[in-house]
């Protein structure tokens, strides 16, 4: 989060967050970009698969500041642990565990690595202590709950700051390779046009499919999903006396309900069989926020049921790429 003036990073998202006005933000796929009202700073980002980029323009100002609040809650989760450290002259390494959860009875850890297009000369962090947050100037570590980083910039007149955040779920040398691999350079247009390029290239197959409403089609490299989300529909969700969201049962109609999407011919043409993409959403896992279909099928105009093996490779065959792992 970039902020001006004063550090508040340990005082919690409602003191950093700023208001921006959806008249001058621009939202579109690979890009995201808002002007935060009270500071004028113009906040950027993009992305690749594991690496997100970031591009900030600040004002002219001695007290420009980046705040990583690595241990803030996320949604329903909170963190269990985190650290962030000096990994290097321009580089920032950590770690963020995500605490157990109903659905996910293990802790979940996050690593990742942030690279800056400058060195990093003022960093330091907050901790929790026994008598509230602490903050720790110059220092080369912070950890535990609740706590996180901050990287100040001096500017005489407006300057901008680049910095890019790769991540994995298995180390935090795999997050350096995520870096390393998908976004080595420091072209932020180049990349907002290839996260565009990528996500043409991913959804192209599906031209002239409908997607009711309140559906989504979700495509990836392992499989193809239809998704709706039950919230939109029953939208009076109560909290129980165990502090649980807890929702009537529509009954056995709604919860077998078919979400089809006819696919017609795309603008460019597409080879391969028309027919329908049709998916059942089994009476599972109603308390979540979304219910995902199991088993999505391709009916071709023959009638033919295709298994979600057959159809994960006639996607991938249609899309003709790939994810690396």
Sequence with gaps: MPVVGRMNGHEGYEAYKAPFSHEREIV????????????????????TARVGFHRYAFPATQDAYVLLDIGAPIAMTTIADASIRRAGPQQLAGYSTMAPTVRREKPCTV????????????????EKTPAGKAVRPNVDRVAGPDSGGFVRC???????VLMKVAISYVSEENSRRNLEAELPGWDFDGTVRASADNWNAWLSPFDGVHIPPGHHLIATDRHVQVTRYWDFDYPQASL??????????????????????????????????????Q?????????????????????????????????????QSVSQRSTPA
């Design 240 to 277: 129980s006396a165990s502090g649980r969201s807890s929702r009537q049962r529509p009954g056995p109609d709604a919860a077998r309900e078919h979400v089809r999407a006819e696919r017609r011919p795309s603008p460019g043409g597409m080879s391969g069989p028309r027919g329908r993409l």
């Design 279 to 315: 998916a059942t959403l089994p009476w599972t896992t109603w308390n979540s926020p979304s219910n995902f279909v199991r088993r999505p099928t391709w009916m071709p105009s023959s009638g033919r049921a295709m298994p979600p093996r057959e159809l994960t490779r006639f996607m």
């Design 154 to 160: 001096r500017f005489s007149e407006p300057g901008q």
């Design 28 to 47: 579109r796929a690979g890009y995201h970009k808002a002007v935060l009202d009270h500071s004028g700073i113009i906040a950027e980002l993009t992305s």
């Design 111 to 126: 690593y990742f690595v942030v690279d800056f297009d400058r060195d990093v000369a003022d960093f330091g962090g907050w």
